[in-house]
């Protein structure tokens, strides 16, 4: 069982910083990239960001290109998105997920899924 833990979160102003973490555990954790998606109220859950574990290449949508950054930690087993200049269209509960294979912008090839943390943007 692989168990994927988000932290992070929080209430924040516009213009401001947050930095997200994913920790992953579990007895195998057989993982090629880990991903960030997003869901805002009313709206489908929606690609952020990917990493991929072994060489760090790093993938952004465009809706954060230039402002979010992701990273991993191997030897943790943990991946972060930092975040700045945040927006209130920012405002969603963000999800960490693995994934076995290359396709990184498609929620649907995503095998595990944290539980999800909240990010408030105010204006």
């Known amino acids: 069982q692989v168990e994927l833990v988000e932290s992070g979160g929080g209430l924040v102003q516009a213009g401001s910083s947050l930095t997200l973490s994913c920790a992953a555990s579990?007895?195998?954790?057989?993982?090629?990239?880990m991903g960030w998606f997003r869901q805002a109220p009313g709206e489908e859950r929606e690609f952020v960001a990917a990493?991929?574990?072994?060489?760090?290449?790093?993938y952004y949508a465009d809706a954060v290109k230039g402002r979010f950054t992701i990273s991993r930690d191997n030897a943790k087993n943990t991946v972060y998105l930092q975040m700045h200049n945040l927006k209130p269209e920012d405002t969603a509960v963000y999800y960490c997920?693995?994934?076995?294979?290359?396709?990184?912008?498609?929620?649907?090839?995503?095998?595990?899924w944290g539980q999800g943390t909240q990010v408030t943007v105010s204006s």
């Open positions: 997920a693995s994934t076995k294979v290359g396709v990184l912008r498609l929620r649907g090839l995503y095998d595990y």
């Open positions: 579990g007895r195998t954790f057989n993982s090629y990239a």
């Open positions: 990493v991929i574990w072994s060489t760090g290449s790093a």
